[in-house]
Each structure stands twice: as C-alpha cells, then as structure tokens.
C-alpha cells in the first residue's frame, strides 16, 4: 500500500510554539500533499511538494521530502488555537490518493 | 468555502431504506471523487470519476451505487446499509487526472451518516 502514515498521532502544543508533523510512505511516489481537516467537516488541501522538490513554504507552512527516506514533514511555525485540526499526507497517483491515519493538533491558547 | 457542496448534511436512515448523497461542484473540473471517513480509519477511497466516466472502483460493496450524469454533479445512492456503514462520506473534485500526476482535491463539507 502506498499509504501514508502520521506522526503522532495526536500532538498538543501552546500557542506560538512550532508543530511539527511526520509523514512516512511505503512506495514512490509522484507528489505528496498535505491536508487539514477541522472537526467533522471536509478536508482543506495545504500544499503540494513534488518528488523532484525537497522543501515547499506556503505562509506558515514548510513542508520537506525526503524521497530516500520515503518520508515528508510538515512544520507549522508560530502555532494559533485557529491551527486546531487533523493534519494528512496523502500519495497522489494516476487517479486515487492515498491518506494516512492523520495527527490531531490541539493548540492552546 | 471549497466550492463543493454536499447535501444533506446529516442522514439517519434504517437498514431497508434507500437514499442518496448529492454532491455539486461550482469550480469547472473534470475529476470527482467519493470517501468514506470512519472513526479511528484512513479516508477510504470509494469511487473516482473523470469526464463522467468511471474509472476507479475501490471494492466497494454494491449496496453502494455511485451516478456522475456530468461533470458537475456526482450522487451515492445507497440501499439496504449496514450499521458499520455509519461514516462521514466526503465528496471531492480536482482539475483532471493527469498521467503521472495528481493534482490537489477540493471536498465537500460530508454528509454525516448513521444506519440504524
């Protein structure tokens, strides 16, 4: 299977402290993305790094990839209670995608 | 908002009933997508349709019946569930499926499910 797989699984940090999650995949892989989900509603994509990229920044957000580790982490600096979500890689292929268990962050004000 | 919408947003139904999700897509893309969320699970992949036409069936079980009459609308229609059906069920879309390539998926909000 080329699901991805998160760590932790639940991760509980103080507002302005970095958080920093794990993704480790079984296959190669073409892209990984990454996803957040508030409670009970839809997934919201966060960034997509390609296998030929080591490390993507989008505000906040720095993802890194490390194909010969089969692994990707995602860092989220200077953490807001609004960050509050599951986080979930997810392998792309040809026409499916393939989502890890995800990390619960719970950020404290 | 994802430009995906989902109705209705929460369903209760018995084992013999027969009922559909909807899903509509406001973004113009040509690739839709059904999950299946349950607790303490991965998002299973259920079905994937691109141009209208199915080309991903994940084994899933036939009391599930997907329907994609264009590219803007996809539909689950469900009948004679099973208790452990009970999920959040979320729709998605993407730009297309290209070869080698998969592009970011834009979901729906999820209609929350319970079979009784």
């Known amino acids: 299977s080329q699901q991805g797989e998160e760590d932790p699984q639940a991760l509980s940090i103080q507002e302005g402290e970095n958080a920093t999650m794990n993704c480790s995949y079984k296959?190669?892989?073409?892209?990984l993305q990454w996803y957040r989900q508030n409670s009970g509603r839809g997934l919201v994509h966060l960034i997509l790094i390609r296998s030929n990229e080591r490390e993507k920044h989008s505000g906040r957000l720095r993802v890194t990839l490390d194909t010969s580790k089969k692994s990707s982490s995602l860092l989220i600096t200077a953490s807001r209670a609004a960050d509050t979500a599951s986080y979930f890689c997810?392998?792309?292929?040809?026409?499916?995608?393939?989502f890890g268990s995800g990390t619960k962050l719970n950020v404290k004000p | 908002e994802t430009g995906v919408t989902q109705t209705p947003r929460h369903l209760v139904m018995g084992m013999t009933n027969k009922k559909s999700l909807k899903c509509e897509q406001h973004?113009?893309?040509?690739?839709m997508y059904w999950y299946k969320q349950s607790a303490k699970k991965p998002l299973e992949l259920m079905f994937v349709y691109s141009l209208e036409e199915r080309v991903e069936n994940n084994s899933v079980p036939s009391r599930f019946s997907p329907e994609c009459p264009n590219s803007s609308h996809l539909f689950l229609h469900l009948h004679t569930l099973q208790p452990e059906d009970s999920a959040l069920y979320l729709c998605a879309s993407s730009p297309g499926l290209a070869g080698g390539l998969a592009y970011e998926q834009y979901f729906g909000p999820g209609t929350r499910l319970t079979v009784t």
């Open positions: 296959t190669s892989i073409n892209n």
């Open positions: 973004l113009g893309h040509n690739a």
């Open positions: 997810a392998t792309g292929d040809f026409n499916k995608f393939y």
